[in-house]
C-alpha cells in the first residue's frame, strides 16, 4: 500500500510562489511509476497540471507552463512542485497522484494513489 502526503499548502498573494511536496510512504520502488500533481478548483474538474515519466520526461498544462516546475527525488520519495507567478485561478486543492504506469496520462482512472490535498489560496 502506498500512502502520499502533500506539504506546503498555504496563502499567497498574487505574483508570489509556493513550492508543494509529496512524501510517499510504502514498501515501493518509488521510480517505478510517473508521478503527477492534479488541482481541483471549486465548482470544476480534478484536473492534470504536471507530471513526470519514470524517464524523467515532464509535462505541463498550457496555463502553468513557464510557471511552475515538478520534480522529484527519487532516494526520498519525494515529488516537488514549485508554484512561480501564481495568479488567483491557481487557488485550488493540489494533489499528487501515483501513476499505473510510466508516463503521466491526463485522465484521473490512471492513477491508483492520491494524496488527501493541500489547499492554496492565492488573493489580492
Known amino acids: 500500500q502506498v500512502q502520499l502526503v502533500e506539504f506546503g499548502g498555504g496563502s499567497v498573494e498574487t505574483g508570489g510562489s509556493l513550492t508543494l511536496s509529496c512524501v510517499a510512504t510504502?514498501?515501493?520502488?518509488?521510480?517505478?511509476?510517473?508521478m503527477a500533481w492534479f488541482r481541483q478548483a471549486p465548482g470544476k474538474e480534478r484536473e492534470k497540471i504536471a507530471g513526470i515519466d519514470t524517464d524523467g520526461t515532464v509535462s505541463y498544462e498550457d496555463s502553468v507552463k513557464g510557471r511552475f516546475t515538478v520534480s522529484r527525488d527519487d532516494d526520498k520519495m519525494t515529488l516537488f512542485l514549485q508554484m512561480n507567478s501564481l495568479t488567483l485561478e491557481d487557488s485550488a486543492m493540489y494533489y499528487c497522484?501515483?501513476?499505473?504506469?510510466?508516463?503521466?496520462?491526463?485522465?484521473?482512472?490512471?492513477?491508483?494513489?492520491w494524496g488527501r490535498g493541500a489547499r492554496v489560496t492565492v488573493s489580492s
Open positions: 497522484a501515483r501513476g499505473r504506469g510510466d508516463h503521466c496520462y491526463a485522465a484521473r482512472n490512471q492513477y491508483l494513489f
Open positions: 510504502g514498501s515501493i520502488v518509488y521510480n517505478a511509476r510517473c
